[in-house]
């Protein structure tokens, strides 16, 4: 048990990203003027609870950590709004002195190109903090720097649910706008799929709606490259009630290295009958209590649907393969939350680590490419201690309600993924060091390469993508109309490609 109590603090530590190359900068977005009358002139627009701060504050750091430093932006001013009045003040502020710009809720997206941005203005999203339920329950309106936790604390509350991400820091507009994978999605879809309709304040500082009766095309952009046309102040989306669903059974099996090609071709068993209601991860990693030498496989089963004598029928040809530890627990969806290290007082919610994300997505497992990544996962954790607290993990959610909707209706190219291996090679340090950043970037792309050797093509889902290392094609699928309808959509609502720090379509 104590062992296991470490491993759960270890992989709780769980998400941490990268970049190193991108703080080289972007020659196509210079940095923008300083303008040290922001305050006077750009205070006096905004609503009565907006703020501006700027670097000489003491409390500018609180408003600029991120949960990966590598990729941290350089702002010169950060605007705190209140209102999507002030969202387009900023904006249009901005626009006219040439500062960039971008809006910044929690922090935890992991792109590189995130850095390239110098002496920006950081929009800051935390305060458009509204939840609200319609008259009928179906629907919330939830505003735009509102985290994960908050909307699951506040529906779960009202007996309600909606899909979102798993991590409750994260925040839902920032994870729904790339796609929004999580544990109920077999059930009702992706987090972006919830989306009736979104407040966008566009490139230019205008505001509109965007649904399928206003500005259409652009509400499709939205779901899945949504990061390129503007900063969304309020999403209306379905919710759903979770009677009949409050409990979930989790069972965790921990396994030594050698097991790793028999869990993942049962696991490929698995993939064909997956029920809607039931998802696994595998999480591979260093606990030196169960293996002293090698990283070893944590594989978690969760399940809205079995009670334990059905779970323990449904995990039982992967006891059959002999892991050193199992354990079952009957839970609630706050409470798998926590049991999966995703809580808010959990490492994955734990800001400025430096390291690195690379993450791919597949249709199926290919047990020797994950016996290739396992192996230089293995070398470089144990070469360099300071990786010791790295980890690669396989999210498996199921599919069903995610593929129930058409392919073509929204941005989202990748509703076909059954599998997203992703490494996190990551290290804590007072300041970044140069040399243990060129080794993320180099064992990164070895390991993503080695899952990539029997893929048939590149493909990666946006928000676990390494960031300026994938194509367009990669992040929002080969399909040829798909990529001319996002590039016009691009010209017509943001002809200058002043939202370039994520997923950008150039
Ligand atoms: C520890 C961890 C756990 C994660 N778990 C999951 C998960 O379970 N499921 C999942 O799908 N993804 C997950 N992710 C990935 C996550 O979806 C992305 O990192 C996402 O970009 C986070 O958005 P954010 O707003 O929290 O971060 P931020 O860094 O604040 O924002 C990320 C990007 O979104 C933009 N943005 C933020 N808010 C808005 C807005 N209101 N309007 C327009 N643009 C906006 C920002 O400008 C920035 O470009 C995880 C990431 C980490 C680090």
């Not at 627009?45 to 949960?67: C, D, K, M």
């Not at 989306?195 to 304040?201: E, K, L, P």
């Not at 500082?205 to 503007?230: M, R």
């Not at 989790?250 to 028999?262: R, V």
Request: a neutral charge.
């Amino acid at each position: 048990m104590l062992g296991l109590r470490f491993l759960y603090a270890a992989i709780a530590s769980y998400w941490i990203v990268l970049v190193t190359t991108a703080a080289a900068g972007n020659s196509n977005h210079p940095p923008g003027p300083h303008t040290p009358d922001i305050k006077a002139e750009l205070g006096p627009l905004l609503s009565r609870n907006a703020q501006i701060i700027t670097p000489s504050s003491p409390h500018f750091g609180e408003f600029t950590e991120r949960y990966l430093l590598s990729n941290s932006p350089e702002y010169s001013v950060v605007v705190v709004v209140d209102t999507e009045d002030d969202v387009s003040k900023a904006v249009k502020y901005a626009n006219a002195h040439k500062i960039p710009f971008a809006a910044k809720n929690t922090g935890h997206g992991s792109w590189g190109s995130l850095a390239t941005m110098k002496g920006g203005m950081n929009i800051w999203m935390r305060n458009l903090s509204k939840i609200e339920l319609s008259l009928d329950g179906q629907y919330a309106t939830v505003g735009g720097g509102v985290r994960i936790a908050d909307l699951v604390q506040t529906l779960w509350s009202a007996r309600k649910q909606t899909a979102t991400g798993l991590c409750q820091c994260i925040g839902v507009t920032g994870s729904s706008l790339g796609g929004g994978v999580g544990p109920i999605q077999g059930e009702y879809g992706l987090g972006l799929d919830q989306i009736v309709s979104a407040r966008v304040v566009l490139a230019d500082g205008t505001a509109v709606t965007a649904s399928e009766q206003s500005h259409p095309e652009l509400f499709w952009g939205l779901k899945g490259a949504g990061h390129n046309f503007g900063i969304v102040t309020e999403m209306k989306m379905r919710v759903h009630s979770n009677q009949g669903k409050e409990k979930w059974t989790f069972t965790t099996l921990i396994y030594t290295q050698d097991k790793l090609e028999a869990v993942f071709e049962q696991l490929n068993v698995k993939l064909a009958t997956q029920p809607a209601h039931l998802s696994w991860e595998t999480i591979i990693t260093r606990d030196p209590t169960t293996d002293p030498d090698n990283a070893i496989l944590i594989l978690w089963v969760f399940s809205n649907g079995l009670n334990l004598n059905a779970m323990d029928k449904y995990t039982k040809p992967l006891r059959d393969i002999g892991p050193v530890a199992v354990n079952t627990i009957i839970t609630d969806y706050p409470g798998l939350i926590e049991a999966l290290g995703y809580g808010l007082t959990s490492e994955s919610c734990k800001p400025n680590h430096y390291g690195g994300v690379f993450g791919i997505g597949v249709t199926r497992y290919i047990p020797s490419d994950l016996r290739s990544m396992y192996n230089l996962f293995n070398q470089i954790t144990s070469e360099v201690p300071e990786f010791a607290s790295s980890y690669a993990f396989v999210e498996n959610y199921a599919p069903q309600a995610m593929q129930a909707v058409p392919a073509r209706s929204t941005a989202y190219a990748h509703r076909h993924f059954r599998a997203l291996p992703t490494i996190v090679l990551l290290y804590d340090a007072p300041a970044a060091v140069p040399a243990l950043d060129a080794k993320v970037t180099l064992w990164g792309e070895k390991m993503r390469t080695a899952l990539m050797k029997h893929q048939q093509r590149e493909e990666s889902y946006v928000n676990y993508a390494v960031g300026e290392q994938e194509s367009l094609e990669a992040l929002y699928g080969y399909d040829g109309e798909r990529q001319q309808k996002l590039r016009r959509l691009k010209k017509q609502y943001d002809p200058y490609n002043r939202f370039w720090t994520y997923g950008t379509i150039e």
